[in-house]
């Protein structure tokens, strides 16, 4: 039997989203029969130092975790020699493994790595799919990556390569779809599956059944809520001079719940400005999901407009599974705001338009129908499209077409 073999940097016990999303995946392979493995590092994403097994198995997956140098993310030549060490041992792990007929399927932790994943599936005679979480080198040049600009040539072209020599390449959004045209890569090559999260385990929760209100403080309170990655593709100044403006709405919270390398930089704005409305709590365990994505009357998910096409803000599935609008801060041409459009389960901001996000939560705060009909259309447009079985299907259906060697 062809064996199915997932690379990215991070895999379980971790609980980074592109891990966790592989780790639904992966195991639901096992478990429908296929002979599944992991390539992945002895890392946690926010944990540098941690040190896991090398070889594992978790519910049927057999797990092959490499050497890696263990710089973190906060320094760049560090991340660089973390990245280079894990293609190097990546490389040699797939050359064990892999064999003629088996399939490598290529996150995009650490960057390029389908570049890796590319050349040791063409010396082994295995299949390649490419699963796009995000578009480097672009996201890069987006973000003002500095000594990024004279090599974005070059990385677009070995990128490219590895892209046009893949079975498959799975896009996680139209947009992102569409960026693959215009970089060259057929259109019969490319499949969307948007990522998702898990309508059984995330269930919407009423604030009086939901006991992280109460333990945190906030059971009389409207709280606006943004859950997840503070990373450079989100922007956060139009949310923090909106939360500035409603200052004195005392029964209006901003709940900022999870970390990043923006975290900080907002804390401190937060102090600067002196802004007793906002309130910061640490990732909650995967267990407690349901009720952390449910203490929020309303999420806000942002997005940098140079990074639409790049990058799909993935929370807003987490978001519809817990029966929540959401307040996008962002281009309004993007993906989910095309979503919140077509479905009527949110509203999008322009980036600087403080007043008018201001204006919408107050609006919302005011308005528990419109709150409770908008949170319903969420969920409903969830369980229609992005639920985690929709997106384990396809990609059952996708994986089986790579092993008999056909293609849709």
């Known amino acids: 039997m062809p064996k199915v073999i997932f690379l990215n940097r991070y895999f379980y016990p971790d609980h980074s989203a ?120 672009e996201v890069a040049g987006a973000l003002g990556v500095r000594g990024i600009g004279l090599l974005t040539g070059v990385l677009r072209g070995v990128r490219n390569w590895s892209l046009r020599v893949a079975h498959t390449n799975v896009a996680i959004g139209g947009h992102m779809a569409k960026k693959l045209v215009e970089e060259g890569i057929r259109q019969d090559a490319i499949r969307v599956i948007h990522n998702w999260s898990d309508g059984i385990a995330i269930q919407p929760v009423g604030r009086q059944k939901n006991e992280l209100r109460s333990e945190w403080g906030l059971q009389t309170k409207f709280v606006v809520g943004y859950s ?24 209006i919270v901003f709940l900022f719940i999870g970390a990043g390398p923006q975290r900080d930089r907002i804390k401190d704005e937060v102090q ?24 929020p009357d309303v999420h806000l998910v942002s997005l940098q407009p140079l990074l639409e096409g790049l990058v799909v803000p993935s929370k807003f599935y987490g978001v519809a599974a817990a029966g929540r609008p959401t307040l996008y801060v962002g281009d309004s041409g993007s993906e989910i705001p095309s979503i919140l459009r077509q479905e009527n389960c949110g509203y999008t901001i322009s980036i600087g338009d403080s007043r008018e996000l201001a204006d919408c939560i107050l609006k919302m705060a ?43």
């Open 18 to 137: 592109t891990s966790q999303l592989l780790t639904d995946l992966a195991i639901h392979m096992a478990k429908a029969g296929s002979s599944v493995y992991v390539v992945t590092s002895r890392q946690a994403y926010d944990d540098p130092d941690s040190v896991l097994v090398s070889n594992d198995s978790v519910q049927g997956v057999r797990v092959v975790r490499v050497w890696t140098t263990r710089f973190g993310r906060q320094n760049l030549v560090g991340r660089a020699l973390d990245y280079l060490t894990f293609y190097l041992s990546a490389a040699r792990g797939l050359l064990v493994l892999l064999h003629r007929g088996d399939i490598v399927v290529a996150k995009t932790d650490p960057p390029l790595i389908s570049v890796v994943a590319a050349i040791t599936a063409r010396i082994r005679g295995a299949r390649l799919i490419n699963w796009t979480q995000d578009l480097f080198p």
């Open 228 to 251: 997840g990655n503070m990373g450079r593709a989100h922007e956060f100044d139009t949310i923090l001079d909106a939360a500035e403006a409603l200052r004195g709405h005392t029964e």
């Open 272 to 295: 600067r400005r002196a802004l007793g409305n906002i309130l910061f709590k640490p990732y909650q365990p995967r267990e407690r999901l349901a009720l952390s994505l449910s203490v």
């Open 366 to 408: 005011q308005d528990d129908e419109l709150v409770r009909h908008l949170g319903q259309r969420a969920r409903m447009v969830f369980d229609r499209q992005y639920d985690k079985s929709h997106a384990l299907r396809a990609w059952e259906y996708l994986l089986a077409q790579a092993t008999a060697g056909s293609k849709r």
